[in-house]
């Protein structure tokens, strides 16, 4: 039987807020590259993609677009 814990990291399933905010910085790690050539940066398990990065880049991130799922940022 799934609990409703078991959703605890989907936060399209429970409606959690994103942990971003559009406007606000973030420093970040990329540890990904996405299909599309962006980096993927994570923050609380969040998906943020950053174009202009690599996997292993150490930046500085301003966040463009919050979806429910992801969100876009730029370098800053």
Do not use: C, W
Not at 52 to 69: L, P, S, W
């Amino acid at each position: 039987m799934v609990t409703d814990l078991a959703y605890n990291d989907d936060r399209s399933s429970v409606g959690a807020p994103a942990p971003v905010e559009a406007g606000k910085e973030y420093d970040v790690k990329i540890e990904d590259i996405a299909r599309e050539g962006d980096g993927i940066a994570r923050v609380e398990g969040f998906v943020i993609f950053v174009a202009d990065t690599q996997v292993g880049d150490a930046v500085k991130i301003q966040i463009d677009k919050v979806m429910r799922r992801f969100a876009i940022g730029h370098k800053v």
